[in-house]
């Protein structure tokens, strides 16, 4: 039976701002230094965004974040553009009692431009725009997803969603749930990431469940 989900808010993914992502690290480096970067920003068409700490609207309408802060150019950085946002059930919560609060920052996601809401929604709903995001992830680098596994409840929030990985010569594609990483901490992301290979050894086999999760997170988690 489908999970359900108080509300789910995303804004599809598309080729174009996969190749954009894939790219970052080996795009001309940027300096550290706030007119830099702006002025990066600005010939790529990217804005300051607040809804999560520290990150970027892309052209796309999609939310870029880095542990680095400056993701340009930079072979090192943990990159993760997020496409989508949800707010999972909480089976402590069957009152609905963090509801009104939380609302208020799905209302946030709602509002950026490009991005579409439903309320309620339901585990089939979150999966149906992973598979969409997997579809453009594939369509760009040419190849299906090297592993396809359920997440798990260590990993993000909610619903137990489809985890997918691909790997270029130097980084790891991990598309996903995640935790939100912003400021509130209850919600979860959908996000497409781009992190080094050297964030953990090779990739475990497909039967091992507990040495993917950990391999997944050791890449997704900062």
Known sequence: ??????????????????????????????????????????????????????????????????????????????????????????????????????????????????????????????????AQAAQAVTEHLGEAPERTIASSYTVAAGPALTHRIWRTPTHALILGPTADNGPYGYLTHLQLSCTPLSCAPDLPPAGDKDGLDGWITAHIDW
């Not at 830099?36 to 990150?55: F, I, K, N, P, T």
């Not at 052209?59 to 870029?64: E, F, G, I, M, S």
């Not at 996601?109 to 809401?117: R, Y």
């Open 1 to 130: 039976m489908p999970i359900p989900v108080h509300a789910l808010v995303h804004c599809p993914l598309t080729v174009e701002a996969v190749a954009e992502l894939v790219a970052l690290p080996t795009a001309p480096p940027v300096p550290d230094e706030f007119d830099a970067v702006a002025e990066e920003m600005q010939r790529r068409g990217w804005e300051w965004e607040h809804l999560v700490c520290d990150s970027f609207r892309t052209a796309h309408h999609h939310v870029v974040c880095s542990d680095v802060g400056n993701p340009f150019g930079d072979p090192d950085a943990r990159t993760f553009l997020v496409f989508g946002e949800m707010y999972p059930v909480d089976p402590k919560d069957e009152d609905m009692t963090n509801g009104p609060w939380l609302y208020g920052y799905i209302e946030g996601w709602e509002k950026v431009p490009g991005w579409t809401s439903r309320r309620p929604s339901t585990d089939e709903d979150c999966e149906a725009v992973l």
